[in-house]
């Protein structure tokens, strides 16, 4: 198992290549049943000393496969919101696969777009805050509670789970953009 893990970090920029369409590219879904990747890094990190190893392991390495409204919503959102971030931003954002960690190749991280050539993209579309404000939403939604740091809401909250996989995202890129994207306007 740990020489398939080196071989595919050997690979990386070329398996990055071959999986910009992410969840629907089959080398995506297969090399992310070997490794633990930044969507998961939260849960991992944000672990009790009670809670039980095994059940987090099954539950990443054996994921229910589902797909709801929430997830298609979310999907086709957050097309939508890379064009639009792409106007704010005045640069590209380009498709990006899987990327691997080359001295950790049990790690990876698959963000929503590249920003230009050297900057990442993650975008969360919540289908539960399509009618909602950004006030109201990260003040009521479980998902969303929280996210940014309580003296600075232009720092996330180093405790919430999608920091984690932003911390995870950013070991392959310096410079991020992070956009909640799809809530009604003010």
């Known amino acids: 198992h740990m020489e398939e893990l080196f071989e595919n970090a050997k690979d990386w920029k070329e398996n990055e290549r071959k999986t910009r369409e992410q969840s629907d590219s089959e080398l995506w879904l297969s090399l992310r049943k070997i490794m633990l990747t930044a969507s998961n890094f939260g849960t991992v990190c944000r672990m009790r000393p009670t809670t039980s190893c095994a059940t987090t392991v099954k539950s ?6 589902i ?3 929430a997830m298609k919503y979310g999907r086709d ?13 005045k640069k590209d954002i380009k498709p990006c696969g899987l990327f691997i960690d080359s001295n950790n190749p049990w790690l990876g991280a698959s963000p929503d ?19 909602l404000t950004a006030e109201e939403a ?8 929280g996210i940014f740091d309580k003296k600075d809401l232009n720092a996330m909250n180093r405790n919430h789970r999608f920091f984690y996989q932003i911390q995870g995202q950013l070991k392959h890129s310096a410079i991020f953009a992070f956009l909640l994207y799809g809530l009604r306007e003010t």
């Open 60 to 65: 990443i390495l054996f994921p229910p496969s």
């Open 67 to 69: 797909d709801t409204a």
């Open 77 to 89: 959102m957050e097309k939508v919101a890379k064009q639009e971030l792409s106007k704010i931003l």
């Open 113 to 131: 777009g590249l920003l230009e050539e050297d900057g990442l993209v993650e975008i969360k579309c919540p289908l539960s805050a399509e009618n």
């Open 138 to 145: 990260i003040h009521t939604l479980p998902r969303l509670k």
